[in-house]
């Protein structure tokens, strides 16, 4: 079934970790999305991406990087994290022309200690 | 610069009652607008966009353009409605997706 993948779920980590957030669609959409948003409040685009190995930083400022080598993956990757990296990251993807819609993943919960 | 408003972070209605989520958008292209909703613990997805003109759920929403608005309503409210509500405006230029802050819905039995 055609769906878009985010793993971990969940994930707490200590300062100064490399992680990796993943995000995989099977839908075969060319563009895709990282999102972050703090509880109860708007999405902020943080990286995008047109297709196989097109990547552009979003509207938030943001130290994580990201890379698109494969159409379907979308990973993030943060070099060294720190507390104030703690939030909710979401991956979506969509296809080009009106009115398509954008479809999300169920969104990785990182908390930084 | 675009911008999305939603001035109400809480609503909160009686069931059977009807509801109406506002959203202001400012922007100088072509605007397109979507309703995007997400219930407790799924993912956030597509309600329904202006280009549609469709009821979904019992929810329209209306493209004012004069009053830069893309209101969304249901004329009688279930319990099944309650959930984050966010409107979405998408750029004609480069298709990114401009949020607002949401609006979390409530409806009391």
């Known amino acids: 079934e055609a769906d878009i993948y985010q793993t971990p779920r969940y994930l707490v980590i200590g300062t100064g970790k490399k992680i990796t957030l993943e995000c995989s669609q099977t839908m075969g959409h060319d563009k895709m999305y990282w999102y972050q948003q703090d509880p109860g409040m708007e999405l902020h685009l943080i990286h995008y991406s047109y297709g196989v190995n097109s990547t552009e930083k979003g509207d938030l400022s943001s130290e994580s990087t990201v890379s698109r080598i494969r159409t379907e993956h979308f990973p993030l990757t943060l070099e060294s994290a720190r507390p104030s990296h703690t939030s909710q990251y979401l991956c979506a993807s969509s296809e080009w022309g009106q009115g398509t819609e954008a479809f999300f993943g169920q969104g990785t919960r990182l908390t930084v200690v | 610069a675009q911008r999305v408003t939603q001035p109400e972070k809480l609503l909160s209605v009686f069931k059977g009652a009807p509801v109406e989520l506002k959203c202001n958008y400012s922007?100088?292209?072509?605007?397109?607008l979507f309703w995007y909703v997400q219930y407790s613990r799924q993912r956030l997805q597509l309600l329904l966009r202006?280009?549609?003109?469709?009821s979904i759920k019992g929810f329209t929403a209306d493209l004012n353009k004069g009053e830069t608005s893309f209101h969304l309503k249901k004329p009688f409210a279930q319990e099944e409605d309650s959930a984050m509500y966010y409107c979405?405006?998408?750029?004609?230029?480069?298709?990114?997706?401009?949020w607002g802050a949401g609006t979390k819905l409530i409806i009391k039995p």
């Open positions: 202006h280009i549609s003109r469709e």
């Open positions: 979405a405006l998408r750029l004609d230029s480069n298709y990114q997706l401009i």
């Open positions: 922007y100088s292209g072509s605007p397109e």
